[in-house]
């Protein structure tokens, strides 16, 4: 699941260099992000941020990104100023939350008045990080003491999960799945998904590939009553476009959505509305455009190829196969035990602000269902002792697919990065008060689970992760 609210870190826009590298600028920003309260970032985005950026998302939106990366970072201490670079204001700093370096990168606009179109955190690894190495203990400790830290200065609120095979290395959990109440998050919290939903889905429909059922060239056109179809090139869409994001379709979040009554959001024909009312970006497999709408249209599907609910097909197929008892789409209104409830820091309140009112009542085969740490560990175990799919179409899901025009970093409904001999594959999700990751390292045989029910708060602790892993022997 994506929104507005993430998107502001997630699409940069690079732009040429700048003919100066603006110091007294960016000692600005940092002094505000040191400094600032509520109000005065308020003040600060609404005189310094570009017009079209405040057009494009709302003033509320910036600010939001701003009030949650200052309450993951903390202080940004100054190691020094870079050279402008891509468009950039770079500076060098060391976050008090977690003692990383980063360099921050504040994008401005080409022509004067060059104010920020958007900012982000890039990660600085040392060398001694990448040469250094541990023992399962030491990987322990360390990650202990990370994770602690982090809750200390509640810039990280959740469970975490290291294994290597079906050995539990670490788990731990901190924070409060409830704030007002102060329950603690414990291992068996279950947790909001976001996105990594679409890894389900996509098996789902590889499975019946597998089985014959369906075909990647398969048209949608066949298996969704036309008055799904928004307008556009809708008869070229095949079950391919769909597991790629190559399809055309958008966002379903939508300002139609977040104006509707959430509760209405029990089944995938409540969605089609938003779906058919949004006009296809672009033609069918000419390029990729991430598409919550395109993973719901693939649920469609499922459903008339089995004949029964995308729920019940999940349920039976991936979650009961792969040992995953505290998985599901669970309806926000039902009486669910050990759910975390999201939080995070809005525009409107200097206190935490809970996420329940700005969801959807119940997951899609976009994104939005819970899971515990263990309950993904189990899942990344079925998956690559090939119960779910074959091997090769487990091979196929996780390979990228340019061919295809979709993106480098991406298969069917799993991401892909890494090197050639240490391949990383999974999923991540954020949504308001969601944060996650699932990356099961594939050649060196790891899986690392990360579940947050804090906005913005998972990449440092995956960064860290990244480099334990990598130092183990």
Do not use: C
């Not at 990080?129 to 810039?155: C, G, H, P, S, W």
């Not at 309950?375 to 990344?380: M, P, R, S």
Request: proline share 2%; charged share 20%; hydrophobic share 35%.
């Amino acid at each position: 699941m994506r929104t507005k609210y993430i998107l502001l870190l997630l699409i940069p826009v690079y732009f040429s260099n700048l003919a100066f590298a603006d110091e007294k600028f960016a000692k600005s920003f940092v002094g505000i992000f040191n400094e600032g309260s509520r109000i005065e970032v308020i003040k600060y985005l609404q005189e310094n941020m570009s017009e079209s950026q405040i057009e494009r998302y709302g003033i509320d939106a910036h600010v939001g990104v701003l009030l949650n990366q200052q309450n993951t970072f903390g202080q940004l201490e100054v190691q020094k100023h870079l050279s402008a670079e891509n468009g950039n204001e770079r500076v060098r700093v060391i976050s008090s939350n977690n003692d990383l370096e980063y360099n921050l990168m504040i994008n401005r606009e080409r022509k004067a008045p060059f104010k920020i179109n958007y900012f982000t955190f890039e990660d600085v690894i040392s060398d001694a990080q990448k040469l250094t190495t541990i023992t399962a203990q030491e990987l322990k400790q360390e990650l202990t003491n990370f994770v602690d830290k982090l809750a200390r200065n509640e810039a990280f609120s959740g469970v975490v999960l290291v294994a290597e095979g079906k050995d539990v290395l670490f788990q731990g959990a901190v924070g409060y799945a409830n704030r007002p109440w102060r329950v603690k998050n414990e291992i068996e919290t279950k947790f909001s998904l976001g996105s990594m939903n679409k890894m389900f889905t996509a098996v789902a429909a590889l499975q019946l590939i597998g089985q014959g059922k369906l075909k990647f060239e398969d048209k949608l056109i066949d298996f969704v009553d036309t008055s799904w179809l928004p307008q556009g090139e809708v008869e070229a869409i095949t079950v391919r476009h769909l597991l790629t994001h190559t399809s055309g379709f958008g966002n379903f979040f939508n300002d139609e959505f977040n104006d509707s009554n959430k509760e209405a959001y029990r089944n995938l024909t409540a969605y089609k509305p938003l779906v058919s009312s949004s006009p296809l970006l672009f033609s069918p497999g000419t390029r990729n455009r991430y598409s919550n709408s395109g993973m719901l249209m693939l649920g469609l599907v499922i459903e008339s190829v089995t004949g029964t609910s995308y729920y019940d097909y999940v349920q039976e197929n991936i979650y009961n196969k792969a040992g995953m008892i505290n998985t599901g789409s669970f309806e926000l209104d039902s009486s669910n035990q050990n759910l975390a409830t999201g939080y995070l820091k809005r525009s409107y309140s200097d206190d935490w602000v809970n996420s329940i009112y700005t969801r959807a009542i119940k997951g899609s085969p976009a994104g939005g269902g819970f899971s515990t740490v263990g309950d993904l560990h189990k899942f990344a175990i079925a998956l690559t002792e090939y119960k779910l799919l074959s091997k090769e179409l487990t091979e196929e899901a996780y390979s990228e697919k340019t061919d295809y025009n979709s993106a480098f970093w991406y298969g069917y409904g799993f991401s892909v990065s890494g090197e050639p001999n240490n391949r990383i594959v999974g999923h991540g999700g954020a949504y308001l008060g969601v944060d996650a990751r699932l990356d099961i390292y594939l050649d060196k045989g790891f899986t690392a689970v990360i579940l947050a029910n804090q906005s913005n708060t998972v990449a440092p602790v995956r960064r860290k992760l990244n480099e334990l892993i990598a130092r183990y022997r």
